[in-house]
């Protein structure tokens, strides 16, 4: 099974700042990568698939990027509705697994 | 609008079984594959099976913790997707998603139904 370690736990940030969340996969993954989103009491909705590509719908302050065991999701302008829980999960094999999740929370 | 409405889920005994439901709306079941994940209260997500399109012969795939004891079923011309749970445990207490798999495995998701196992 692929092991999907996201870093940091949580991170503290000001509305306006700039967030960068951390995944690491045990094994190789390729591009086959995706980030969601939680907001609190809501079910997850898809950022990001394909490590880089944007879902219908996300605002483009949101990006992805890496390939292999390395990802990378940013948000370049840190807006109020963006304070919620982001999981990374790979896709490239069976069973399919998620990170255990990074909290951004307002500083 | 995509829709997925998750149901059957309440508390059962450890050892029993329960079946829950996604009715879909919105588009073709028929052309999509499936997927099933759960949310233990205060936990990570974690994905529980997946269901290929008709059209792909409709097998299906389990994580380990769920293997032989879980079923994924789908009735497209129903537009349903079934999760049938049996000999639960009391770890699988979760609120569990049913998710439209498309580009990613899960383009869009339900708003889930809890579980509840405890004696």
């Known amino acids: 099974e692929i092991l999907m370690t996201q870093s940091p736990a949580t991170l503290s940030l000001s509305p306006g700042e700039r967030a960068t969340l951390s995944c690491r996969a045990s094994q190789s993954v390729g591009y086959n990568l995706a980030w969601y989103q939680q907001r609190p009491g809501q079910s997850p909705r898809l950022l990001i698939y394909?490590?880089?590509t944007r879902a219908t719908g996300i605002p483009m302050r949101f990006s992805g990027s890496g390939s292999g065991t390395e990802f990378t999701l940013t948000i370049s302008i840190l807006q109020s509705e963006d304070f919620a829980l982001y999981y990374c999960?790979?896709?490239?094999?069976?069973?399919?697994?998620f990170g255990q999740g990074t909290k951004v929370e307002i500083k | 609008e995509v829709q997925l409405v998750e149901s059957g889920g309440g508390l059962v005994q450890p050892g029993q079984s329960l079946t829950l439901s996604c009715t879909t709306s919105?588009?073709?079941?028929?052309?999509?594959?499936m997927n099933w994940v759960r949310q233990a209260p205060g936990k990570r997500l974690e994905w529980v099976g997946f269901i290929r399109s008709s059209g792909y012969g409709g097998k299906a795939e389990y994580a380990a913790s769920v293997k032989g004891r879980f079923i994924i079923s789908r009735a497209d011309f129903e537009s349903i997707v079934y999760l049938q749970m049996n000999s639960l445990k009391t770890e699988d207490t979760a609120l569990y998603y049913c998710?439209?798999?498309?580009?990613?495995?899960?383009?869009?998701w339900g708003q889930g139904t809890l579980v509840t196992v405890s004696s």
């Open positions: 998710t439209r798999e498309s580009w990613a495995p899960s383009d869009s």
């Open positions: 999960q790979q896709y490239t094999e069976w069973p399919r697994t």
């Open positions: 919105g588009f073709n079941l028929g052309d999509y594959a």
């Open positions: 394909a490590a880089s």
